[in-house]
C-alpha cells in the first residue's frame, strides 16, 4: 500500500496487524526468554518480497555481548541479506564481513520465512544445488537442508547452514500474493471454559465445532514453544473434548503456570483459550 493514508484491518484478540515496508528482512531470535540468553547460532529471517522493490538489503551486527570497544577494536561479524526481486524469481544472498568476535559460531542455522508466496513454487536451489521442496512440515524440519511452502500462510519456508561465507537461495516461478486485510469466517469453531480451572492434575478442554473437517489443536507456553501437538484431533460436528494431565508431548512434568490452548483449522483460522497450571496448595 501506498502512504498518506488511513487503513483499518480486522485486530482480533488472538492476532496482531503488522505492517511491514516492501523488500525487508527482519531477523529474530528463536525462544528466547530474555536478552541475555541471546545467541546468534540460529537465526529466523523474515523476508517481505515486493515486485515494487527490485533490491534490498540488511546488514546484522553481531559482537560477543559483553566487550566494550568491540566496534571500535574490530572485534564483530557483519552478516548481509541482499534481496533481489524479478519476474518469477526471487534470489536472497547472504554474506558476512569482519574480523569476527571471542564465541562466534563457525556456522549458523537459517530459517528463511518468505513472506507472501501465493504458490507452489517450481524450483528452490542454494549455491546451485537443488532443495527438495517437502510436501509435509515435519519432512521440512527432519531434513538437513529444506524447503516448504505453507499454504495456509502463503509463505515459503527455507533452512540451511550457513558457514559465515557467501550462499545464494534462489526460488522459481514464485507468484507474490496481495496481503488481504479480509476478515477470517467466525463462528465454524470454538473453545469453551476449561474445567476446573485452575487445574492441578487435569483439565477439560471443550471445542465446540460447526462443520466437520481437520482440526488442529497446539497448546504453547508463555515462550511460545510448543508443549503439545494434535494433528487433524478434531473432525466431528458439535462438541468435541479434549483432556490435558499438565505434561509435554514427552510426558515430562510441566511446571505450574499460564498455558494457551490454540485450535487451528484447515484454512488457517484460530481460536484459544488460557489454562492455569496450579499444584494444589
Do not use: C
Amino acid at each position: 500500500m501506498n502512504g498518506s493514508q488511513q487503513v483499518t484491518v480486522p485486530a482480533p484478540l488472538d492476532e496482531m496487524p503488522l505492517f511491514v515496508k516492501a523488500g525487508s528482512f527482519i531477523p529474530t531470535a528463536l525462544n528466547l526468554p530474555n536478552t541475555e540468553a541471546y545467541s546468534s547460532d540460529s537465526l529466523q529471517i523474515l523476508y517481505y518480497p515486493d515486485g515494487s522493490v527490485k533490491e534490498s538489503h540488511f546488514t546484522l551486527y553481531n559482537d560477543d555481548g559483553k566487550t566494550p570497544g568491540d566496534w571500535e577494536k574490530g572485534q564483530y561479524q557483519l552478516i548481509n541479506f541482499i534481496g533481489d526481486v524479478s519476474s518469477g524469481q526471487i534470489q536472497v544472498t547472504v554474506n558476512s564481513k569482519g574480523n569476527g568476535y571471542t564465541g562466534m559460531p563457525s556456522s549458523r542455522e537459517m530459517l528463511f520465512q518468505i513472506k507472501r508466496i501465493s504458490s507452489l513454487p517450481s524450483f528452490v536451489s542454494l549455491d546451485g544445488k537443488n532443495i527438495p521442496i517437502s510436501s509435509t512440515e515435519s519432512g521440512y524440519e527432519n531434513a538437513a537442508k529444506g524447503a516448504f511452502w505453507d499454504s495456509n500462510n502463503q509463505q515459503l519456508k527455507v533452512h540451511f547452514i550457513y558457514g559465515n561465507g557467501t550462499d545464494t537461495l534462489l526460488i522459481k516461478n514464485a507468484v507474490l500474493g496481495v496481503p488481504s486485510f479480509s476478515k477470517p469466517k467466525t463462528g465454524l469453531f470454538s473453545l469453551g471454559n476449561p474445567e476446573p480451572q485452575p487445574f492441578s492434575n487435569q483439565v477439560l478442554i471443550p471445542v465446540h465445532i460447526s462443520k466437520p473437517g481437520d482440526y488442529t489443536l497446539k497448546i504453547y507456553n508463555i515462550q511460545g514453544q510448543i508443549l503439545v501437538q494434535k494433528e487433524s484431533y478434531f473432525s466431528q460436528k458439535g462438541k468435541n473434548e479434549f483432556f490435558w494431565n499438565g505434561t509435554s508431548a514427552g510426558d515430562n512434568n510441566l511446571p505450574d503456570g499460564i498455558y494457551i490452548a490454540v485450535v487451528k483449522d484447515s484454512k488457517g483460522n484460530k481460536a484459544h483459550t488460557k489454562l492455569v497450571k496450579m499444584g494444589k496448595r
